[in-house]
Every structure is written in structure tokens, then in C-alpha cells.
């Protein structure tokens, strides 16, 4: 029976005995700590999962004075237990159940275990002891709302229960122009954007599931939705154009250093924001700022260096964070590039090192930070953006190395991104398989590297005991690999979607045969489906969004074929496929969408499918 036991994160110290408790009768769940409001919703979710798994209602009562036989859960905050912070003891023995810790947080995490423990042992609990703390204080989640798909809020409290089940601490939504500024109401006009009631409201759900919603807010990169408008012109460093490490890319993308108006504008978007979260820490971006010293700083930067340009113009934004009394936090990228200026970070940041591919260099970066005793998290992906069915063995790796090496250079905290470049196409399924090993690795690395990853989100991302959906969530994250090529942070079969048909034709290595095995590998993935016993209550659109990620990929995989094939006959055959498939995707995609998130950016997102049809006229 032990050994079926499938608990996320993966204790890392967990002793079984021979004995067991029946859940039955009725008992008491008791508060035992000073402020017992503390504790009262974590009691609450407790007392819910007995209502549900075994029509108990045990009733909340606080205090030491109430008579050991009428106990069947106690809650107890002790600030002398030997405990890390957000630790916890459980305990399940004949006599009852206790969980303790030396915080509120570590007892709703032991309470988040214990309620694993009930899903899958009723009515007859093991006898057990766990002693429990992360890896990380910062554990994490940011979610990418600003390219075409925001959640709805119903989504976005879904996704916090769940992470909160995990033990995630920390939740950011990435606005680039998804906020509903209300002094710039143009910007966001199409978007469906997170409004502040939203925030008010999302924010008060998240802290009481012990998760901090963290503000975030681009600030000097990624800022096109805004710079390419006519009436913010005037603040882009460049207007019509300039050079990327990937080639040329057209319009405005970052704030200029050098003009003053830049810290003017972030300084009205910060005084609209930030009143509306109760975090102390801001996330400000300032990643990939390609385009700086082609445009308005050119003279500055010949002058003192692009680094030297960069660091004042952080700096200042620094400044600004500083007064509204939140703690800044930044993306990395382009400070390691320049190692001897990191001494120059004041320390009262926190720098983000992020990186997606599985064998990026947390380990020569976090040692950089590290020896600056500049506070920093470490920062890998999902791998689900640009791949339609995510990157299963990229992911693992990736998340593996970020927690590892965080761990040895001491990184405060773990941030798993999840980004939706080009019309943010995945499905949400396709991003559960990193969120839930991110969590696991983030609360303790040594004890979920082994996770049982398939069996694992079978059941904690889909809540089907059959292992089915798991595996073919897995084994569809892996499609990516049967071609013949894997570029940087995406799938080939993405970009089959996206590029024209003679940019296809023209890649090295490209073969039809490839899209051939793709095709099989995918099929082959979803037939575990078929015995899949979803149980939660979007069980239905899960499956949809199963099928909408294949059909995408043999979509995908038709094109790769229709775009190679030199007979003439097969090709007509394919391209009269192709341009009978299209119409029922691009519905079903619509559909499928708007079942979790808002309408704003789906006609930007599903216009490129749209487009594809005119190779197939």
C-alpha cells in the first residue's frame, strides 16, 4: 500500500509504521497557537477534503483545553520546534493526527500533505511520520499574460489552488501592457487585460493559500506594445528598427536611458500599480534589451559602454522601486555579461538568472551572484512556448540543473517561467508537467529527483489514478524530438506553423521522413488517453485540450510532409488535407481558448493559423 502512495513535492523524510488511523466518527480538527485565525482556512481545506473523500464533518475548534478522545486533527504553530521556516511535522498514529511547525505556513503545508495522504488512503490512513522543510524560502510560478492569452480569474484560482497544493510560495502574472492602466487606456483597449480589482481580489485569494502575488512590470525591454503607439514614440530608443542576435527586427522595443520622460512614464504606471498588491517585492524585467546604443543613446553608450548605460538607467529604476517601499527584482541577463559590474548592484535587489535550454549556466552565473553576495533566484522553464506539446526531457533537465546549482551557490529563491511567444499556442496541460516538477525539485531536490514524473502528474495534475493522461502528457512532450533539429528554446514543429513554406523547404537536414516519425511518435503518445480516468471537473475540456495539442502537431507534421515531398500526387493529396483540416482547428482552437481565458488577444493568436491557409488555396 506504501509504495502507492504518490506524494508531491516527495518528503524528504518519511518513516511508515504498521499501525493506521480510521477516519470516522466524529471528531474535532483543533487550533492549537496564539492567533488561531491564522490557521482557520488551513483547518477549513482540511475539514472540506474529509467532507468530500469521506462525509466526515469534523468540526474547527481552537484551545488546550478540550479532551484528547474527541481530537482527530490537531494544528499547532510551536516557534521552538527545530524546524527550518515553513517546515513541518506530521504525525498519523491510533491516537490521531498532528501536524506542527514553527510558522502558519509550515502547518498548511503539512496540511496540504496530509490532504494527499486522504485522497488517496481513505478511510484508513498509514501509520507515519514526516519531517519536512524546503530547499528554497522563494518558490515560484510566473505566468506570461501578456502575449494574446489572459487567464480568466476562474483560471487563474484554479491555477493558484493547485500551486498552492505543491507548495508554491510565490505567483507572478508578467505585464508587459495587460494591466488596465487607467491613464492609458489605449494600450490595453483589445487585450481583456488583469484589472486592479482583479489584483485586489486575486491577491487576498493567494495569501491566504500562503502564496505571495508578486508584481511585474517591464520597464525597459519588451515594452513594443507601448513604444510602437505613436503617442510613446517619443520614449522608444529606436522607432523603426534595429538588430537582434537572431537579425533585424522592425519598430520600437525599449525605453531610452538617456531620456528623461523614461523614468517619468515608469513612475506613473508604478503609482497605478503597485497599490494594489500587499508584496513588498516588484519584479521590474529589464532582460533582452537588444536594441540599446542603436538609437538615441548611441552617444552614451560610445561614450561610456552599453553595460555602463544599462546599470545607471537600472539603477534609477531601482530608485523609483525603492520609493514606493518594495524590494526590486530583475532579470539577469544582461548584468552576467558583464561580471565586474555586478559588485556595483546595491544588495537590497534581487537578481533573476534565468535560462531555458537544459544545459544553461546556472552553475557559472549563480557563482558570479553568489560571490558578489548579491541575493538572487535561479529561473528555468517549463519548455512548453514555441513547442505546442511542451519539451519533456529539456524541461527535467533544465529544472534538475536550475535547483541543483541554486542550491550550491545559495540562491534565495526558484522561479519557474512559463512564457507564450508567437500566440502562446500550448495548451494548459502542456504546462503542468514543469510546474509540477519545478515545485517538487524547488521544495526539496534531493528527494524528487527520482520523482515518478508520469505516475506523479497523472495524478496531482489531472487527478487520473490510472497513470494514462500522465503518460501521454510525457510522451507528446517528447514528439519534439523525432526531428532533426532542436533550436534554442523551441521545436521544429512549432516553427512548421509559423515559417513559410520555403523557409521550410530551405532549413538543413529538413526531410519528409522526419515529419513522418513525428507523426507516429504523436499518435502513438495519445493512446493511453483512451484508458485515462480524469476525475476532476474540467475532466472534459482536459481531454479537448489533449486533442487539440495533437491535431496541432499532426498539423504540423502534415505541413512538414506537404513542404518536402517532391511527388507531385502526394503533395496535391496532402495540400487538399491540410486545407480541410485547417477550418475545424482554427474553430476548435477558438473554443478551447475561451474556456479558460479571455478574448482580448485571440484573434491576434489564432490569426496565425489563419495565415496558413493560403498556402493551401
Not at 477549513?44 to 488546550?64: F, N
Not at 503518445?525 to 487539440?548: H, K, S, V
Amino acid at each position: 500500500m506504501h509504495d502507492q502512495i504518490l506524494l508531491l513535492p516527495v518528503p524528504r523524510q518519511l518513516t511508515f509504521s504498521t499501525d493506521e488511523y480510521l477516519l470516522d466518527g466524529t471528531r474535532l480538527i483543533v487550533i492549537q497557537t496564539t492567533r488561531p485565525q491564522e490557521l482557520l482556512f488551513t483547518a477549513r481545506r482540511v475539514q472540506q477534503i474529509l467532507r468530500d473523500c469521506c462525509t466526515l464533518d469534523w468540526e474547527i475548534a481552537a484551545g488546550g483545553a478540550i479532551p484528547p478522545d474527541l481530537i482527530g486533527l490537531t494544528l499547532r504553530v510551536d516557534s521552538r520546534l527545530p524546524l527550518p521556516g515553513q517546515g513541518y511535522e506530521l504525525s498519523i498514529s491510533p491516537q490521531g493526527i498532528l501536524i506542527q511547525g514553527s510558522d502558519p505556513a509550515g502547518v498548511f503545508y503539512g496540511a496540504c500533505t496530509l490532504i494527499q495522504i486522504i485522497e488517496q488512503c481513505t478511510p484508513r490512513l498509514p501509520g507515519l511520520t514526516i519531517s519536512d522543510w524546503p530547499d528554497f524560502p522563494a518558490r515560484g510560478v510566473m505566468l506570461d499574460v501578456s502575449r494574446n492569452r489572459v487567464p480568466k480569474m476562474e483560471t487563474l484560482f484554479n491555477l493558484v489552488d493547485q500551486l498552492a497544493g505543491w507548495k508554491i510560495n510565490q505567483l507572478q502574472l508578467y505585464f508587459e501592457h495587460a494591466f488596465a492602466y487607467r491613464s492609458h487606456p489605449a494600450v490595453w483597449a483589445d487585450v481583456s487585460p488583469i484589472t486592479g480589482q482583479d489584483v485586489l481580489v486575486l491577491d487576498r485569494y493567494c495569501r491566504e493559500r500562503f502564496i505571495e502575488l508578486v508584481p511585474n512590470q517591464q520597464s525597459f525591454g519588451h515594452l513594443a506594445p507601448w513604444l510602437n503607439r505613436p503617442e510613446y514614440k517619443h520614449l522608444a530608443e529606436v522607432e523603426d528598427g534595429f538588430q537582434t542576435p537572431w537579425g533585424y527586427r522592425a519598430g520600437s522595443f525599449s525605453l531610452a536611458p538617456v531620456e528623461p520622460r523614461s523614468l517619468e512614464f515608469l513612475r506613473g504606471l508604478y503609482d497605478e500599480l503597485l497599490p494594489h498588491f500587499s508584496s513588498r517585492m516588484f519584479n521590474i524585467g529589464g532582460d533582452e534589451t537588444w536594441d540599446l546604443g542603436q538609437g538615441r543613446s548611441r552617444q552614451a553608450c560610445e561614450e561610456k559602454g552599453r553595460a555602463r548605460v544599462y546599470l545607471t538607467f537600472l539603477q534609477q529604476i531601482f530608485q523609483e522601486v525603492r520609493s514606493h517601499g518594495r524590494i526590486p527584482q530583475f532579470w539577469g541577463d544582461i548584468i552576467v555579461e558583464h561580471p565586474e559590474l555586478i559588485p556595483e548592484l546595491p544588495n537590497d535587489v534581487i537578481a533573476l538568472e534565468w535560462g531555458y535550454e537544459a544545459h544553461h549556466p546556472f552553475d557559472q552565473h549563480g557563482a558570479q551572484f553568489a560571490a558578489s553576495g548579491i541575493p538572487f533566484y535561479v529561473c528555468p522553464g517549463t519548455s512548453s512556448w514555441c513547442s505546442l506539446a511542451g519539451r519533456t526531457d529539456n524541461a527535467v533537465e533544465n529544472l534538475h540543473n536550475a535547483a541543483e546549482n541554486g542550491l550550491r551557490h545559495r540562491a534565495s529563491g526558484y522561479l519557474i517561467t512559463d512564457w507564450g511567444d508567437y500566440g502562446h499556442w500550448q495548451a494548459w496541460p502542456v504546462s503542468s508537467l514543469g510546474l509540477m516538477v519545478g515545485a517538487a525539485l524547488s521544495w526539496c531536490c534531493a528527494a524528487n529527483c527520482d520523482l515518478e514524473i508520469s505516475r506523479s502528474l497523472s495524478w496531482h495534475a489531472f487527478r487520473d489514478a490510472s497513470g494514462a493522461a500522465g503518460k501521454a502528457a510525457c510522451d507528446l512532450g517528447n514528439v519534439y524530438r523525432s526531428l532533426w533539429d532542436e533550436p534554442h528554446n523551441s521545436s521544429i514543429l512549432f516553427w512548421t506553423m509559423q515559417w513559410p513554406l520555403e523557409k521550410i523547404r530551405a532549413h538543413p537536414g529538413a526531410a519528409a521522413s522526419y515529419y513522418e516519425n513525428a507523426l507516429r511518435a504523436a499518435e502513438s503518445a495519445c493512446e493511453p488517453l483512451q484508458q485515462a480516468r480524469i476525475e476532476r471537473p474540467d475532466a472534459d475540456l482536459i481531454r479537448e485540450e489533449f486533442d487539440l495539442t495533437f491535431r496541432l502537431l499532426r498539423h504540423a507534421c502534415w505541413r512538414g510532409m506537404f513542404a518536402l515531398e517532391e511527388d507531385p500526387g502526394r503533395a496535391d493529396k496532402l495540400k487538399r488535407a491540410l486545407a480541410a483540416d485547417l477550418p475545424e482547428l482554427v474553430s476548435d482552437y477558438r473554443q478551447v481558448w475561451l474556456k479558460r481565458n479571455r478574448p482580448g488577444g485571440l484573434p491576434e493568436s489564432v490569426g496565425r493559423l489563419e495565415k496558413l491557409q493560403a498556402d493551401y488555396a
